[in-house]
């Protein structure tokens, strides 16, 4: 088989898939028609990176023998699930390996948005003493209300970071099936707009979860709430939310996601003073990296072997008879 990697697999797929045609595409691709013509010969694909630019249907329908696309990141919204699934090229992701480190980063923005810590940290730099900064004062997180929308593998471990924070936690989940850790209160989300002081976003982007932080959300919120995005930006009416802070409907916000990425560099929520943010790094971390790399790696190998892969996104593909018979010899 053709298989197809981001460079950044070079070294761990190293001597791995003997016997198969193993190549590469540069990390840093910025052609969407470049990676399709790599592409069209392929029978495993494997991406490492975000793409700066969109994966589109002409990728997928150019590509005859493609049969299975890893992505080593949490989501599958790059793709068109339903003509994947038609197709019967199966995808898989690594979802929940960056999960310690966004809660993490979601704590780390929480802390610097209503502590304000970058200005007392700005004001250090510039040979200041400032104790007491313009504007509004320092909150703390203790005690304070914390919605948690999304109650998955980040959601359920951001509720647990901020019950050791000794703040009050509602959580809001399209399902109650998960079990919540002592302390914490399930809420619909009028509840948790109304009422939360943070309000943190861990939920995949479908059609249900885009623009659930939009003009109404935002209109039902206290003008000391402020807003933590870690999930996926589309998530959030940023138009809405920019105008929110700018009359300060409600107090701030902290950002690793974004409508459009990389965020443009004059862009308003780079530069508004009541902002935080970050370029999609929650997920970082050397330790994150390396488990991205085998979990994708050995899933490959897996599929190569004949077993079904693990964390499927559309494993209903495999239920098809004629699909399984063309693409895989799944071991019972």
Known sequence: MIIVLDDAYRDGAAGRFAGHDVRYFPSNIKDPIALADIMREADVVGFRRVLPFPFTSDMVTGAQTLKFIHRSGSGADWFDMDLLSRLGILVAVNSGFNAPSVVEHTVLLTLLTLRRSLDFIASMREGKWL?????????????????VIGIGAIGSRVVQAMLGLNAKVL?????????????????????????????????????????????????????????????????????????????????????????????????????????????????????????????????????????????????RTLKSESLRARHLQIKD
């Not at 104790?131 to 919605?147: A, C, I, Q, S």
């Open 131 to 147: 104790r007491d900064l313009p504007g509004d004062p320092p909150f703390m997180l203790n005690g304070r209300t914390v919605g």
């Open 171 to 315: 959580c809001h989940q399209r399902d109650h099936e998960v079990g919540l850790p002592e302390g914490a209160k399930w809420a619909d989300l009028d509840t948790i707009f109304s009422t939360a002081d943070v309000i943190t976003l861990h939920v995949p982007l479908v059609s249900e979860t885009e623009g659930i932080i939009g003009h109404r959300a935002l209109g039902m919120m206290k003008p000391t709430t402020v807003v933590i995005n870690t999930s996926r930006g589309q998530v959030v009416d940023q138009a809405a939310l920019i105008e929110a802070l700018e009359t300060r409907r409600i107090r701030g916000a902290g950002l690793d996601v974004f409508e459009d990425e990389p965020l443009p560099p004059d862009h308003k929520l780079r530069h508004m003073p009541n902002v935080v943010t970050t370029p999609h790094v929650g997920g970082a971390g050397i330790e994150i990296s390396e488990r991205q790399v085998e979990g994708t790696l050995s899933n490959i190998e897996l599929f190569l072997s004949g077993a079904s892969p693990e964390r499927l996104v559309n494993s």
